[in-house]
């Protein structure tokens, strides 16, 4: 299992992104109503990191065209988008955020 820190938890505000990188992919980690999710920072749609995107109830949203994600699953919920985006585990440990792949899990 790959794993990678983004943080201390406490130096994170509410609806922010930033950006890791875990087995060499860039993924987006959000932290919305005080969970923190982890999802591939690319749109399925187009390949548009999703990096920057609005987040609201539960969801990101693609800035090219709209498409819209869930947090937790990476389905997509809003047109043109389709097809999920890999999300991966996030973790909490003494005050770290980490990043995890969900293979192996
Ligand atoms: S590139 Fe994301 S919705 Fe089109």
Redesign the pocket.
């Known amino acids: 299992m790959s794993r990678i820190c983004a943080g201390r938890a406490e130096e994170w505000n509410d609806n922010e992104q930033r950006e890791v990188q875990l087995d060499g992919q860039s993924v987006v980690v959000v932290r919305y109503e005080g969970q923190f999710y982890a999802l591939r920072n690319l ?1 399925t ?2 390949d ?1 990191p999703l990096l920057g995107g609005e987040v609201s109830d539960g969801k990101i949203t ?1 800035t ?4 819209r994600f869930e947090l937790a699953t990476g389905r997509a919920r809003a047109l ?2 389709v097809k999920p985006v890999t999300v991966f585990r996030t973790v909490v440990e003494e005050g770290e955020v980490f990043v995890e792949s969900l293979e192996g899990a």
Do not use: D, E, F, Q
């Open positions: 749109c749609h187009k548009v693609c090219k065209h709209g498409g043109p988008a």
